[in-house]
C-alpha cells in the first residue's frame, strides 16, 4: 500500500521585530537578504521588553546587562563578549557601543544604563568605524538559541518569548518588508489593540514575526499497485509541491488552528482549498515550529523548539482529519 507524507518545519527567519523596529529597518537591504526565503509571518503582541542594568566592562572587554518585561517577574542576566570571531575584530579593533534608549527624553550619562530598547556594536579602527551588529533583546536572545554568537545567558528566558497572536499571513509575490509597507491590518492593530501596560505605546509591543521553512520532508512509501513512472519521479524529487504552495498550505493551517481575530478568512473548510496542498493527496502533513517560542491564542498555545525536533505541531490526516499534536 502506497503513502506520501510531508513534515514541514517552520523557523524564524529573523528575530522578531516590533512596529518600531520594522519602520526603522524596513528599506535595509541587509535584512532584506535575509527575509528572501520567509514567506509567511505572524503579527502578534507581548509586553515591551528591554535592556536594563547596562554596564561595559573594559578590564574584560565584555558587555554586563539584564533583560527585562514589563509585568514579567522574571530577570535575566546577561554577558555578551565582544572578543567572539563573528564579531571579526582584531588587535588593533576597539568596539564602541550605541544605546536607542526607549525614552529618549531622559539622559543617561554613566553606567549602569536603563530602559534601552536597543544596542549597536561598531569596529573602530585606525582609518575608519565599521558597523558590526544591531541587538533588540529578542534579536540578541534569537542570535544566541541559534548559535550565531556567544553569549552567557541565565534566568528563565522563554518566559520572554510568549506572543498572543493576533494575524497570520503570507508574503508569496513580494518580500515580506514590501507586503508589510502598506500593511492595512498592521495599520489597524496599532490602532485598535490597547498596551499590554500602562504608558506604553503599541508600537513596541506588537511584533512582526517572519517565518521561512528550515526543511520540508518528505517520505513516501511504494505498493505493488504503484507505477514505475511515479517512483522515479519521486526518487528525483519531481512530485514535491513548490514553497509557495506549502506556504500557502501553512497559512491556512495556522489560522485554522488559532483562528486570529484580525484574519477575516479563517479557513474552516481547510484542509479543502483551491491554492494549497488538498490536491496533492497526503495520508499526512505536519507544521511544527522550531524556535523555543510560546504561540498564544483564544483557545490555547502553540510551544515551539522543546527539542531539535520541535515542538507541538498541527497535523492533517488522510486530508480530512485536523488535530493539534503537544509534544
Same mark, same amino acid.
Given at each position: 500500500?502506497?503513502?506520501?507524507?510531508?513534515?514541514? +518545519?517552520? %523557523?524564524?527567519?529573523?528575530?522578531?521585530?516590533?512596529?518600531?523596529?520594522?519602520?526603522?529597518?524596513?528599506?535595509?537591504?541587509?535584512?532584506?537578504?535575509?527575509?528572501?526565503?520567509?514567506?509567511?509571518?505572524?503579527?502578534?503582541?507581548?509586553? *515591551?521588553? /528591554?535592556?536594563?542594568? *547596562?554596564?561595559?566592562?573594559?578590564?574584560?572587554? +565584555? @558587555?554586563?546587562?539584564?533583560? $527585562?518585561?514589563? =509585568?514579567?517577574?522574571?530577570?535575566?542576566?546577561? #554577558?555578551?563578549?565582544?572578543?567572539?570571531? *563573528?564579531?571579526? @575584530?582584531?588587535?588593533?579593533?576597539?568596539?564602541?557601543?550605541?544605546?536607542?534608549?526607549?525614552?529618549?527624553? /531622559?539622559? +543617561?550619562?554613566?553606567?549602569? @544604563?536603563?530602559?534601552?530598547?536597543?544596542?549597536?556594536?561598531?569596529?573602530?579602527?585606525?582609518?575608519? !568605524?565599521?558597523?558590526?551588529?544591531?541587538?533588540?533583546?529578542?534579536?540578541?536572545?534569537?542570535?544566541?538559541?541559534?548559535?550565531?554568537?556567544?553569549?552567557?545567558?541565565?534566568?528563565?528566558?522563554?518566559?520572554? #518569548?510568549?506572543?498572543?497572536? $493576533?494575524?497570520?499571513?503570507?508574503?508569496? !509575490?513580494?518580500?515580506?518588508? %514590501?507586503? @508589510?509597507?502598506?500593511?492595512?491590518?498592521?495599520?489597524?492593530?496599532?490602532?485598535?489593540?490597547?498596551?499590554?501596560?500602562?504608558?506604553?505605546?503599541?508600537?513596541?509591543?506588537?511584533?512582526?514575526?517572519?517565518?521561512?521553512?528550515?526543511?520540508?520532508?518528505?517520505?513516501?512509501?511504494?505498493?505493488?499497485?504503484?507505477?514505475?513512472?511515479?517512483?522515479?519521479?519521486?526518487? !528525483?524529487?519531481?512530485?514535491?509541491?513548490? +514553497?509557495?504552495?506549502?506556504?500557502?498550505?501553512? &497559512?491556512?493551517?495556522?489560522?485554522?488552528?488559532?483562528?486570529?481575530?484580525?484574519?477575516? &478568512?479563517?479557513?474552516?473548510?481547510?484542509? *479543502?482549498?483551491?491554492? =494549497?496542498?488538498?490536491?496533492? !493527496?497526503?495520508?499526512?502533513?505536519?507544521?511544527?515550529?522550531?524556535?523555543?517560542? #510560546?504561540?498564544?491564542? #483564544? &483557545?490555547?498555545?502553540?510551544?515551539?523548539?522543546?527539542?531539535?525536533?520541535?515542538?507541538?505541531?498541527?497535523?492533517?490526516?488522510?486530508?480530512? &482529519?485536523?488535530?493539534?499534536? %503537544?509534544?
Amino acid at each position: 500500500m502506497s503513502s506520501k507524507s510531508l513534515f514541514n +518545519q517552520l %523557523k524564524l527567519a529573523y528575530a522578531p521585530l516590533t512596529a518600531y523596529e520594522f519602520a526603522v529597518v524596513k528599506d535595509d537591504i541587509l535584512i532584506e537578504r535575509s527575509l528572501c526565503d520567509a514567506s509567511l509571518y505572524l503579527l502578534a503582541q507581548r509586553p *515591551v521588553i /528591554t535592556f536594563e542594568n *547596562v554596564i561595559p566592562d573594559k578590564s574584560l572587554y +565584555q @558587555l554586563n546587562f539584564e533583560i $527585562h518585561q514589563r =509585568g514579567n517577574p522574571n530577570i535575566i542576566k546577561c #554577558t555578551l563578549p565582544f572578543d567572539q570571531e *563573528v564579531f571579526e @575584530l582584531n588587535d588593533a579593533s576597539a568596539v564602541y557601543v550605541a544605546f536607542n534608549f526607549l525614552n529618549k527624553s /531622559t539622559e +543617561q550619562e554613566h553606567p549602569p @544604563l536603563y530602559n534601552i530598547h536597543g544596542f549597536s556594536l561598531a569596529r573602530h579602527n585606525p582609518d575608519r !568605524k565599521e558597523f558590526i551588529i544591531w541587538f533588540s533583546p529578542e534579536k540578541l536572545l534569537q542570535n544566541w538559541w541559534t548559535g550565531s554568537i556567544n553569549c552567557t545567558i541565565e534566568g528563565d528566558w522563554k518566559s520572554l #518569548t510568549r506572543y498572543t497572536v $493576533h494575524y497570520v499571513g503570507k508574503a508569496t !509575490k513580494q518580500s515580506i518588508l %514590501k507586503r @508589510l509597507k502598506g500593511h492595512s491590518t498592521l495599520q489597524d492593530i496599532l490602532s485598535l489593540e490597547s498596551p499590554v501596560t500602562d504608558k506604553q505605546l503599541p508600537a513596541n509591543e506588537i511584533v512582526v514575526l517572519p517565518f521561512k521553512f528550515q526543511d520540508n520532508l518528505q517520505m513516501q512509501t511504494f505498493g505493488l499497485e504503484s507505477d514505475t513512472d511515479s517512483m522515479v519521479a519521486a526518487l !528525483k524529487g519531481e512530485n514535491y509541491p513548490n +514553497q509557495d504552495t506549502v506556504f500557502l498550505d501553512a &497559512e491556512k493551517a495556522l489560522i485554522k488552528a488559532m483562528q486570529p481575530k484580525y484574519n477575516k &478568512e479563517l479557513f474552516k473548510n481547510y484542509p *479543502v482549498s483551491k491554492d =494549497g496542498l488538498y490536491d496533492h !493527496k497526503y495520508n499526512a502533513i505536519a507544521y511544527t515550529f522550531m524556535d523555543p517560542i #510560546t504561540l498564544i491564542y #483564544t &483557545e490555547g498555545e502553540i510551544r515551539g523548539g522543546l527539542t531539535a525536533m520541535g515542538g507541538d505541531s498541527i497535523f492533517i490526516l488522510e486530508n480530512q &482529519e485536523f488535530k493539534m499534536s %503537544k509534544y
